[in-house]
């Protein structure tokens, strides 16, 4: 597939294009991959200020009165606290799991027991955050799509 | 959890305990000793089994969510100072020998095990159940993400 990228002025709408002869897997993931990475957060880190997708973020956690976002491998600070990230973007995969953490439900490969009620969400990249015993029920709902009772 | 979430949550097992012991007394003696007359002081002994019920329970408070490592730890401390309350009151009541001792020990220990465990494989149940249902959220968003 031939790949061809032209820079256009300001004035007109940004657009992706795919021209192809078949709409297939391949040009379904290339459309999907796009239009996830459209949304992002600005985020701050040593070398400076960047813009990364939302969808990179495995979860955020708030800590001495500083929020950070942990991508697959890298740790960002953000600039809002962890209430606004959860009023910006908690109708979406963003969940507030404890007091302290809001997770990206896509970003969990499975949850085991943590003792108290508690869950542990084993995220994809390795690292495991815990699912607060009062924030279980909540979760169950988000999961069955915000219907309580399902 | 906060320090206020957690008082009422220990409050709430507090009552609910003494309202059982209550209970339970009540049954018994109707059952073993239904003539037996008590003074006023009978009524404080709920109220202190009860106390002594929830002090164990203290160990578990943290501001911050606990590991499962740490938390671990802290529900042995738990049992542990649960046995030291109980056989402390069996003392305190005279009771010295080891034959009584020992076993009300091992006991308190199997029963503290064997609801860990039953609380443990319960827990793993709703663990797969919720996997499950994650897995059809997750399959479900990334439908809709491009639809």
Same mark, same amino acid.
């Given at each position: 597939?031939?790949?061809?990228?032209?820079?256009?002025?300001?004035?007109?709408?940004?657009?992706?294009?795919?021209?192809?002869?078949?709409?297939?897997?391949?040009?379904?993931?290339?459309?999907?991959?796009?239009?996830?990475?459209?949304?992002?957060?600005?985020?701050?880190?040593?070398?400076?200020? $960047?813009?990364?997708?939302?969808?990179?973020?495995?979860?955020?956690?708030?800590?001495?009165?500083?929020?950070?976002?942990?991508?697959?491998?890298?740790?960002?600070?953000?600039?809002?606290?962890?209430?606004?990230?959860?009023?910006?973007?908690?109708?979406?995969?963003?969940?507030?799991?404890? $007091?302290?953490?809001?997770?990206?439900?896509?970003?969990?490969?499975?949850?085991?027991?943590?003792?108290?009620?508690?869950?542990?969400?084993?995220?994809?990249?390795?690292?495991?955050?815990?699912?607060?015993?009062?924030?279980?029920?909540?979760?169950?709902?988000?999961?069955?799509?915000?219907?309580?009772?399902? | 959890?906060?320090?206020?979430?957690?008082?009422?949550?220990?409050?709430?097992?507090?009552?609910?305990?003494?309202?059982?012991?209550?209970?339970?007394?009540?049954?018994?003696?109707?059952?073993?000793?239904?003539?037996?007359?008590?003074?006023?002081?009978?009524?404080?002994?709920?109220?202190?089994?009860?106390?002594?019920?929830?002090?164990?329970?203290?160990?578990?408070?943290?501001?911050?969510?606990?590991?499962?490592?740490?938390?671990?730890?802290? @529900?042995?401390?738990?049992?542990?100072?649960?046995?030291?309350?109980?056989?402390?009151?069996?003392?305190?009541?005279?009771?010295?020998?080891?034959?009584?001792?020992?076993?009300?020990?091992?006991?308190?220990?199997?029963?503290?095990?064997?609801?860990?465990?039953?609380?443990?494989?319960?827990?793993?149940?709703?663990?797969?159940?919720?996997?499950?249902?994650?897995?059809?959220?997750?399959?479900?968003?990334? @439908?809709?993400?491009?639809?």
């Amino acid at each position: 597939m031939k790949v061809s990228i032209e820079k256009i002025s300001r004035e007109k709408e940004q657009e992706v294009l795919i021209r192809c002869h078949e709409v297939n897997g391949e040009v379904l993931e290339i459309a999907k991959f796009v239009k996830a990475t459209q949304e992002g957060i600005e985020v701050f880190y040593e070398q400076g200020m $960047k813009v990364i997708p939302l969808l990179d973020i495995y979860y955020v956690e708030a800590v001495d009165n500083h929020v950070f976002v942990y991508s697959k491998r890298d740790v960002y600070e953000i600039k809002m606290r962890l209430y606004e990230f959860e009023q910006l973007y908690g109708e979406r995969q963003f969940f507030r799991c404890s $007091k302290a953490v809001i997770v990206n439900l896509l970003k969990i490969k499975s949850l085991k027991p943590a003792l108290n009620g508690r869950f542990l969400a084993v995220l994809q990249n390795g690292e495991n955050v815990i699912i607060a015993r009062k924030y279980v029920s909540d979760f169950k709902v988000k999961l069955h799509g915000g219907v309580q009772n399902e | 959890m906060s320090k206020k979430d957690f008082a009422k949550k220990i409050l709430m097992k507090f009552f609910i305990i003494v309202t059982q012991i209550n209970v339970a007394m009540f049954i018994l003696g109707m059952l073993y000793d239904r003539n037996k007359s008590f003074g006023y002081e009978a009524f404080i002994f709920p109220i202190i089994y009860g106390i002594m019920s929830i002090i164990p329970m203290l160990v578990t408070y943290s501001k911050r969510e606990l590991s499962i490592r740490a938390m671990i730890i802290r @529900k042995i401390f738990q049992l542990f100072l649960l046995e030291l309350i109980l056989i402390s009151f069996v003392m305190i009541n005279g009771v010295f020998e080891t034959k009584v001792i020992i076993p009300l020990a091992i006991s308190v220990l199997i029963i503290g095990v064997f609801v860990y465990i039953i609380s443990w494989i319960l827990d793993n149940n709703e663990a797969q159940r919720l996997s499950l249902k994650l897995e059809e959220y997750q399959k479900k968003f990334e @439908k809709d993400v491009w639809n």
